[in-house]
């Protein structure tokens, strides 16, 4: 079946660093979502992308939709303390609405 | 509103108890989820309802039982639950079930004794 796998699993990087994460499938995605996890809180939606090649930017966090529909990307520029969290990317399952989460990647910044 | 709204927060109940998590929301979406989220592990979809039916159960054992008793109102009524089923409860809504973005509560945090 079809498998979001991300990289890396985590990262701990020092307060004012660019961060790159990496969503990566077998199969052909035609919606990626990106969402981000607090602790004890629920997966909040930060970018959706619905075009192979797109680009989308939301405040310091930019997420591409890769060219061949098989992975995603999410950069976060100049973090700070409170882009702690695991993010998940998200699509839809083959020609379902059923969403499948990818691993996370779990990030932890340094002040 | 753009809130999904999710009581209780904290739940502990022993395997002999009946207890049930309520979900609302006041956004007009049509489509309602229940997953389930083991610590470190992403969210696994339990049930889909749309317009109020259900749509999608992932072989979710009989102990769980969901509810729509409208299109704001989601409830999951556990019964006989083990220590296995002790997770994060998240439930979740979009606009229609053919929307991939889906809005998230906070969730309830289950713990079976």
């Known amino acids: 079946g079809q498998q979001l796998n991300q990289s890396p699993q985590s990262m701990f990087i020092q307060e004012g660093e660019d961060v790159s994460m990496n969503c990566t499938s077998s199969?052909?995605?035609?919606?990626w979502l990106w969402y981000k996890q607090d602790p004890g809180e629920g997966p909040v939606l930060l970018i959706a992308?619905?075009?192979?090649?797109e680009l989308t930017s939301n405040g310091r966090l930019t997420a591409q939709f890769g060219i061949t529909r098989k992975d995603s990307f999410l950069n976060i520029s100049a973090s700070i303390p409170s882009d702690v969290g695991i993010y998940f990317c998200?699509?839809?399952?083959?020609?379902?609405?059923?969403?499948?989460f990818g691993s996370g990647t779990r990030l932890l910044v340094r002040p | 509103d753009t809130e999904v709204t999710q009581t209780p927060k904290h739940l502990v109940m022993g395997m002999t108890n009946k207890k049930s998590l309520k979900c609302e929301q006041h956004?007009?979406?049509?489509?309602m989820y229940w997953y389930k989220q083991k610590a470190k592990k992403p969210p696994e979809l339990m049930f889909v309802?749309?317009?109020?039916?259900?749509?999608i159960n992932e072989s979710v054992p009989s102990r769980f039982s969901p509810e729509c008793p409208n299109s704001s109102l989601l409830n999951l009524h556990l019964h006989a639950l083990q220590p296995e089923d002790s997770a994060l409860y998240l439930c979740?809504?979009?606009?229609?079930?053919?929307?991939?973005?889906?809005?998230f509560g906070s969730g309830t945090q289950l713990s079976v004794l």
């Open positions: 309802y749309s317009y109020e039916k259900l749509s």
């Open positions: 992308l619905y075009k192979a090649g």
């Open positions: 979740a809504s979009s606009q229609h079930l053919s929307t991939e973005k889906l809005f």
């Open positions: 199969s052909i995605f035609n919606t």
């Open positions: 998200a699509g839809p399952m083959d020609s379902s609405y059923k969403l499948i």
């Open positions: 956004m007009g979406h049509r489509a």
